[in-house]
């Protein structure tokens, strides 16, 4: 993960570098060596996607050319708060590591779960969440990812009686998440203190560029209301749709750049802002087909 982009990249590597002395951990090592299991820990999996998005960027430089504004899906919101110059990516990392322990802290206290359906509407899958809402369980719909693609969160039970709803609603499949905790959902409250005390401890920065924040699909153009939009994250759902529509409009006419491992929000924003411009920017020949460009 990173690896090729430190080997290649002085920029990079300094990325990485300068992550794991924040951290005080191999953090790199780990990335590149595994564990896998220990890297998927969320207070791992979190800094390294940060970490490796980041060192992207630096490898690639000034070629990426101007940027109008930039969105990033729940902890890539982070990454793009880095992108824009309002965090270092040290304070960046050590963020993201805290928010993971919250998190996972969270979900330990009280367990939960998620699942992602395909084939429904936002809105019938909202629909069936209210209806699974019942004695106390809680389900949402917290990930809005695609038109048809949203991810429930909520209680384990209440998880289950919103899926098995949505089957009977016509949802192609559900397929249950494995996650330590009911992330973007009301399960989260406990951690919102935490992470307000960490954000209002880390200096931040005015963004260069609007960020769209998950919570609001609004454009962020101050630290002040950064710092609540990623406090009210924890919580609300990842407006993923309505953020690539407001990206689409507001910089109409921009190529979208995937910052990061994988290519999994390219395939969304296409599938939601039809005939988009994507590339990603995660491998050293992707760096190197950029430049190019």
Request: proline fraction near 6%; include cysteine; charged fraction near 20%.
């Amino acid at each position: 993960m990173g690896k090729e982009l430190a080997e290649k990249y002085p920029a990079a590597r300094d990325i990485f570098e300068r992550v794991d002395a924040a951290l005080g951990a191999p953090l790199s090592r780990l990335m590149w060596e595994g564990p896998e299991e220990e890297l998927m820990l969320t207070h791992n999996a979190q800094p390294a996607i940060l970490a490796h998005s980041v060192a992207a960027l630096a490898a690639l430089g000034d070629g990426i050319g101007p940027v109008a504004m930039a969105a990033g899906h729940s902890l890539g919101e982070y990454s793009a708060y880095v992108a824009a110059g309002s965090l270092t990516v040290e304070d960046g990392a050590r963020l993201v590591r805290r928010r993971g322990e919250l998190m996972f802290e969270a979900g330990q206290a009280r367990p939960g779960a998620m699942a992602a359906v395909l084939g429904l509407s936002t809105a019938e899958v909202t629909a069936a969440c209210s209806e699974a809402s019942v004695s106390g369980g809680v389900a949402v719909a917290a990930n809005q990812n695609a038109p048809d693609q949203t991810v429930i969160s909520g209680d384990p039970e209440a998880v289950d009686r919103a899926g098995a709803r949505c089957r009977e609603l016509g949802a192609k499949r559900v397929i249950p998440l494995k996650v330590s905790g009911a992330f973007h959902s009301p399960l989260m409250e406990p951690a919102v203190p935490g992470l307000t005390a960490a954000l209002a401890a880390t200096p931040f920065g005015e963004p260069r560029f609007p960020v769209v924040a998950n919570a609001t699909a609004t454009p962020i153009r101050t630290a002040a209301e950064a710092r609540q939009r990623l406090v009210d994250q924890l919580t609300a759902p990842v407006r993923w749709v309505a953020s690539v529509e407001t990206l689409a409009r507001d910089a109409a006419g921009a190529r979208f750049v995937e910052a990061g491992p994988g290519a999994v929000l390219s395939g969304l924003i296409r599938r939601i802002v039809a005939g988009s411009e994507t590339v990603t920017l995660g491998t050293s020949d992707d760096v190197a087909r950029l430049q190019a460009a």
